[in-house]
């Protein structure tokens, strides 16, 4: 594909178990809906090959897609994947239609940066353990964010960040936090090594 961020799709007619499983055998095709955006769904396949290269790509899951559908074009993300429980190929995709008006709630990957200079691991010995790899965000399209970064450098040993520390690009919100205080979770904390003290009490 010329863009990373698009995908070529046809409308189905035959719906069922049965029909989605020749469509995957016979047609090397995946079965999938697009719905929402105050439209009557319409159900769709899309070539396993491009889905499967598409998919490749981390950004993809959290990026706008532009859907060729029928000589038009739609304008989605999407909101569930499906996957064989043991080729762990793609079996259906659900997309999301959106417009310029609505936000939508979308999972964004979290990138841990800096974590090579951290001081609390280079200076003070402590040990990394991230709580969370992505976030509920809600925002409109336009600001949706390919990741969330997480700047390690100056976190100290023992400490916790939480998901009111991080920084969000400007429309995005967390939707954790709208439920209240008491959903500030963890996002990534820092600690001694485990047996560390008992290493050391020894060697004295």
């Known amino acids: 594909m010329a863009n990373p961020f698009s995908l070529n799709?046809?409308?189905?007619?035959?719906?069922?178990?049965?029909?989605s499983r020749r469509l995957r055998r016979e047609e090397a095709r995946i079965p999938g809906i697009i719905y929402g955006g105050g439209q009557a769904p319409t159900m769709i396949s899309v070539e396993t090959r491009e889905l499967a290269k598409a998919l490749e790509n981390e950004a993809f899951y959290?990026?706008?897609l532009s859907i060729a559908l029928d000589g038009g074009e739609v304008k989605a993300v999407i909101k569930d994947l499906?996957?064989?429980?043991?080729k762990n190929v793609?079996?259906?995709i659900d997309l999301l239609r959106i417009d310029d008006t609505h936000k939508i709630q979308m999972h964004v990957p979290l990138h841990f940066l800096?974590?090579?200079?951290?001081?609390?691991?280079k200076a003070q010995g402590g040990v990394i353990s991230h709580q969370l790899s992505e976030v509920l965000v809600s925002?409109?399209?336009?600001?949706?964010?390919?990741?969330?970064?997480?700047?390690m450098e100056a976190v100290q040993n023992n400490q916790t960040l939480h998901l009111s520390d991080l920084k969000l690009p400007e429309g995005v919100t967390l939707v954790e936090l709208s439920h209240g205080p008491e959903h500030d979770l963890p996002v990534v904390s820092l600690h001694s090594p485990r047996g560390?003290?008992?290493?050391?009490?020894a060697t004295a």
């Not at 925002?139 to 700047?151: N, Q, R, S, T, Y």
């Not at 560390?196 to 009490?201: F, H, M, P, R, T």
Request: charged share 30%; net charge negative.
């Open 9 to 19: 799709a046809k409308t189905r007619e035959a719906q069922g178990k049965g029909a």
């Open 62 to 64: 959290s990026h706008v």
């Open 82 to 86: 499906q996957r064989h429980p043991a």
């Open 90 to 92: 793609p079996t259906h």
């Open 114 to 121: 800096n974590e090579d200079k951290c001081v609390g691991v």
């Open 139 to 151: 925002c409109l399209a336009k600001d949706l964010p390919e990741f969330i970064g997480v700047d």
């Open 196 to 201: 560390g003290g008992s290493d050391e009490a």
